[in-house]
């Protein structure tokens, strides 16, 4: 292919989320041409979702693909499978049951559609466009209101035989320990490592420590960002929240290092705006819980890509996928 034919190649990624869905046209580059969104949750059938999108894209397409040609579309989505195309079960959209999201979109589009979780799109927007480029083997780790992940093993997403492989975030990382929200499973990565699961830590740290800064601020303020600026500020309270929880966090890549030997384990999401507050005491317990042959191999890096954008990207990213 020549380098004048990879230029005028784009494609759609589209990131759906139970609230929003953000799409955008994307180059070889990863650039992103030209962007929007919709409202995901107004729509009560799939069909009329799809119009929508198409209606909003539409002019996108129509003021670039004069000079490009569009190869196809790339959806991230909850609950996505990436064999059969379809959105199974989500809990948080509006669209029950098995949904057969991808045949939909080629009909009304017409060009191929591929799609996966949301977690998996961002491993591979990262191995195209960010800090893993020319990595073979690597973990994403999504750490936001849930804890998602990818994993990369010989340049290529496993995704198991039924499309659902790398649900890292719900691997128990202490047996019998606190109850998942959602799940109401014991002791999960998602539990504690996640932005909801440290505002259930500070909750609880604050209450043993009246003196904290974290108890100026009323139950509803209490998140992964205040605790944050209560540590920056030197709250020995808020700097422990982070402490156990990149222990927590350490203790699980620890595991999943030892299962697939990767070169780094990159984190992304809002909670990695903690740093080093978070970033070392993980790092810390994750050698610490390695065996010999492991240690020092692994690299434990923050994401490259946008937070604003890295949805687009790596969704994008699924349509180029080798």
Not at 10 to 20: H, K
Not at 57 to 72: C, N, T, V
Not at 100 to 106: D, N, R, S, T
Not at 138 to 167: N, R
Request: hydrophobic share 40%.
């Amino acid at each position: 292919m020549s380098l004048l034919d990879l230029s005028k190649q784009v494609a759609l990624g589209i990131d759906i989320g139970g609230t929003n869905t953000k799409f955008g046209l994307v180059n070889h580059r990863g650039e992103i041409l030209d962007k929007g969104s919709i409202k995901t949750d107004v729509y009560e059938k799939v069909e009329d979702f799809i119009t929508a999108l198409y209606d909003n894209i539409k002019p996108l397409l129509d003021k670039h693909m004069e000079s490009k040609r569009l190869d196809g579309i790339g959806v991230g989505a909850p609950n996505a499978n990436y064999f059969r195309g379809t959105i199974e079960q989500a809990p948080n959209l509006r669209w029950k049951g098995v949904v057969p999201f991808a045949e939909l979109m080629k009909n009304k589009f017409g060009v191929p559609c591929k799609m996966t979780n949301d977690a998996n799109a961002a491993a591979l927007g990262e191995m195209m466009f960010g800090a893993a480029r020319g990595m073979k083997d690597f973990i994403m780790i999504t750490l936001g209101t849930g804890v998602g992940s990818g994993i990369i093993a010989g340049g290529k997403l496993i995704y198991g035989h039924d499309g659902f492989a790398g649900e890292l975030g719900h691997t128990i990382v202490k047996p019998g320990g606190r109850k998942h929200w959602s799940t109401g499973s014991e002791g999960s990565l998602e539990s504690y490592a996640s932005a909801t699961g440290i505002a259930i830590t500070a909750k609880k740290f604050r209450a043993e420590f009246p003196d904290s800064m974290l108890n100026q601020y009323p139950e509803e303020a209490i998140n992964s960002k205040t605790v944050h600026e209560c540590a920056k500020k030197g709250d020995p309270t808020a700097i422990e929240v982070f402490r156990y929880t990149g222990q927590k966090l350490g203790e699980a890549l620890a595991n999943f290092v030892m299962f697939s030997s990767p070169e780094a384990i990159l984190l992304f999401g809002g909670v990695i705006k903690a740093g080093d507050f978070l970033l070392k005491p993980t790092k810390l317990h994750m050698e610490r819980n390695l065996l010999p042959i492991f240690r020092g191999k692994v690299k434990l890096v923050f994401s490259e890509l946008d937070e604003a954008d890295a949805a687009i990207l790596g969704a994008s990213a699924l349509v180029w996928e080798n």
